[in-house]
């Protein structure tokens, strides 16, 4: 069975830090792989998603980027986080565009 | 552009009780619609999908019903239970990629 893994579970950091979010999927190939923000009291905000290695679509200009170096590995990444950047990160995959199973999700509080 | 919006963003019903969530979505073209439920400080789980060429699916005390002609489907869940308090989400496919709802927080009174 396929199972998604996100890392950290929670995390703070100072204004101006950077930021890497790692998420991992196991049990498929080839995935499409989702960035999703959730601010509190929030729906879903889809960040990034990729459909294969090095390929990366960014739906919102901002101060994250993604990248995918590994079939299976999406990274969320930032060079200086701001206070905006806070809220609840989640990863999810999907086969092609169809259902998306979502990870456990990252708590990034940005003091 | 799609979107997808609930009828309320809060729902309190009596354990025992049935729930009915609503949403409404604007693309006519989505073919393909999900519910999920969030709990607190959890990712979105997966309840039930169904696809346009249906007008009705059921799970286990679940059932999602799908109206095209206006634009709408709902999730019934049958005989609350204390852990079915959750958010939950629509989610309608739109130009290959999903458009959540803002969700509606279903609380369940003792």
């Known amino acids: 069975s396929q199972t998604i893994h996100q890392w950290p579970a929670t995390l703070v950091q100072p204004v101006g830090s950077p930021l890497s979010l790692e998420c991992t999927v196991e049990?498929?190939?080839?995935?499409?792989l989702y960035w999703y923000r959730q601010a509190a009291g929030r729906g879903l905000q889809l960040l990034f998603y990729?459909?294969?290695?090095?390929?990366i679509s960014s739906e919102v200009p901002q101060n994250l980027s993604a990248s995918r170096p590994q079939d299976r590995q999406f990274i969320l990444s930032s060079k200086k986080l701001l206070l905006s950047d806070s809220g609840f990160y989640l990863c999810?995959?999907?086969?092609?565009?169809?259902?998306?199973?979502f990870g456990p999700g990252t708590r990034l509080t940005v003091l | 552009g799609e979107s997808v919006g609930l009828h309320l963003p809060t729902l309190s019903v009596q354990e025992g009780d049935n729930s009915i969530i609503n949403c409404a979505y604007s693309?006519?073209?989505?073919?393909?619609f999900i519910w999920y439920k969030q709990e607190s400080g959890k990712g979105p789980q997966f309840i039930i999908d169904?696809?346009?060429?249906?007008d009705k699916r059921q799970g286990q005390r679940v059932t999602v019903l799908l109206n095209k002609t206006v634009k709408h489907l709902s999730l019934q869940i049958a005989a609350t239970q204390p852990g079915d308090s959750a958010v939950y989400f629509c989610?309608?496919?739109?130009?290959?990629?999903?458009?959540f709802g803002q969700g509606t927080r279903l609380t369940i009174n003792p």
């Open positions: 990729s459909v294969g290695i090095g390929q």
């Open positions: 999810a995959w999907s086969v092609h565009a169809d259902t998306q199973y």
């Open positions: 169904i696809r346009s060429n249906m």
């Open positions: 989610a309608g496919m739109g130009a290959q990629k999903l458009v």
């Open positions: 693309n006519s073209a989505s073919d393909y």
């Open positions: 049990g498929t190939s080839n995935p499409n």
